[in-house]
């Protein structure tokens, strides 16, 4: 099983930037789904999750700026980000809870991206 994220990049601050997440191999179901964050000589932070039946919850600093969404016929996820600022700089990873084909249920990690935004 792995987890491909997608589309970092550097941004002028005010600008949006799209992350996505493919899942693929022996995947059987995905549960929750969701997006952290690490910026330099920081902990990992929750930046927003989506339950299999869509339910949402976000970080209070990206409330009304990030949209997080998944596909489950696609296995993707998104994460759809306006409004951006210096202190949303960070390597963004995103998980998911897996239960594979061998019956195994687990935490898989992307490999992270990285975004920059500038002031």
């Known amino acids: 099983v792995q987890l491909q994220a997608s589309g970092g990049g550097l941004v002028q601050g005010g600008g949006s930037l799209r992350l996505s997440c493919a899942a693929s191999?022996?995947?059987?179901?995905?549960?929750?789904m969701a997006w952290f964050r690490q910026a330099p000589g920081k902990q990992r932070e929750l930046v927003a999750d989506?339950?299999?039946?869509?339910?949402?919850t976000y970080a209070d600093s990206v409330k009304g700026r990030f949209t997080i969404s998944r596909d489950n016929a696609e296995r993707t996820l998104t994460l759809q980000m306006n409004s951006l600022k210096p202190e949303d700089t960070a390597v963004y990873y995103c998980y998911a809870d897996i239960g594979t084909l061998a019956g195994v249920i687990r935490a898989y990690w992307g490999q992270g991206t990285q975004v920059t935004v500038s002031s």
């Open positions: 989506v339950t299999s039946g869509g339910r949402t």
């Open positions: 191999g022996s995947i059987e179901s995905i549960y929750t």
